[in-house]
DNA sequence: CGTTATATATACTGATCGTTATAGTTTCCT
DNA sequence: AGGAAACTATAACGATCAGTATATATAACG
């Protein structure tokens, strides 16, 4: 694995993954990722031979690792599933009120226009999705949520928070995600105890 | 109120609605509209002298009544929260399946595209919102459910439909929508009878 | 030092975009 | 029938887009 001699690479794709998550893919051009990345035109193409497609990916892909990673410590900080989900929430409103309501969920925009132009990108956008449920999953059974009922529950609570960053960069509001916490929590607590039975 | 002379006006705007739920605004072109549409070329900038952005807005406010209607039509049509709730999830999925999961809710995709670039289609978008929100929160309470909770409840399920569309595009599945549907429903029944207190 | 791989500069391509200008056609109304 | 209004056709505009070709520079390494 060869070292890389500049860090280019790694500014493009940081610059990228903000771009993406505030303009959607079709909405940025590779012209103002380079300008605001501040990485030289030329590199473009030599460290991204498959082009914008290509670095979108790898954009996806960082955008991806960062909220796994966001959703890990989170939970280690937490002692119940409660804290956890406030501190997730308040992690995204941090997101969307130092923004302006501009940075939501940071791969939403791509993945609504990727389907189906680009199998690649929607591909990325796809596990990204798959790849949190599943660490929601483990961590909702890590704080004694009844392992059959964790998967639903976990595709539920990813549901509620990407619909309702939608909302609130419509709105120009985090209430809509303040209300989403408050009611996951409570339905969160409800599975837990077992007190909801359909 | 003048009355039009040709159909170009109605299928221009039909066809952009179902464009900008597929590809979203950047990923539309005019030429295409125009195409899938059969509508005159040379009558765009006529009827709409906006151009783009105009048919957009129009595109989206059809597409808001649309599902205005739907809300309400449902709603008559059952004789429960639960069965209200199926019905609409029902049309969702159908809506889904016969796109091949392209698609999902008919403005999400503008909307995080038009924050902040067009003001207008971004004003349409969040006052499409603000009209589910307020429709869903007077069907719930038509239906026993809380005054006091009606409101945050309605933002919640609007959210949670709205992100399970999402995932369902992203996975070619209706199957984040079904679970959406499950537990949504068993929600709004606890807070219906008041065994889910904070 | 010199060679090789890595990295960047510059210029250009062909395509598509939204928009405008101008002219021509159709339709309605009196 | 005639004139006005509504509608459409066509062509061109400037801008921007992603991508390519070619040349040059910088750095690592023997």
């Excluded at 993954?17 to 990722?33: D, E, H, N």
């Excluded at 999953?137 to 539920?156: M, N, P, Q, S, W």
Aim: glycine letters at 8%; proline letters at 5%; one cysteine or more.
């Amino acid at each position: 694995m060869p070292k890389p001699k500049t860090d280019s690479r790694d500014r493009l794709i940081e610059t990228a993954a903000r771009l993406f998550q505030r303009q959607g893919y079709q909405g940025t051009g590779l012209s103002q990722i380079v300008e605001e990345s501040g990485a030289p035109r030329g590199s473009v193409y030599f460290l991204f031979p498959g082009g914008k497609e290509e670095l979108a990916i790898e954009a996806i892909e960082q955008s991806t690792l960062m909220v796994r990673k966001q959703i890990e410590l989170a939970a280690g900080n937490s002692h119940s599933v409660e804290e956890w989900i406030r501190s997730l929430a308040a992690h995204f409103i941090e997101d969307l009120e130092s923004s302006n309501y501009l940075q939501g969920c940071p791969i939403s925009t791509v993945t609504l226009e990727s389907v189906p132009d680009s199998p690649a990108l929607q591909k990325a956008c796809r596990l990204a999705y798959d790849l949190w449920i599943e660490d929601i999953t483990i961590v909702l059974i890590r704080f004694g949520i009844h392992k059959e009922d964790a998967g639903e529950l976990a595709v539920f609570l990813l549901s509620a928070v990407e619909g309702a960053l939608i909302l609130c960069r419509a709105q120009g509001s985090a209430k809509p995600l303040e209300i989403g916490t408050k009611l996951s929590i409570e339905l969160v607590k409800a599975k837990q105890h077992g007190i909801m039975e359909p």
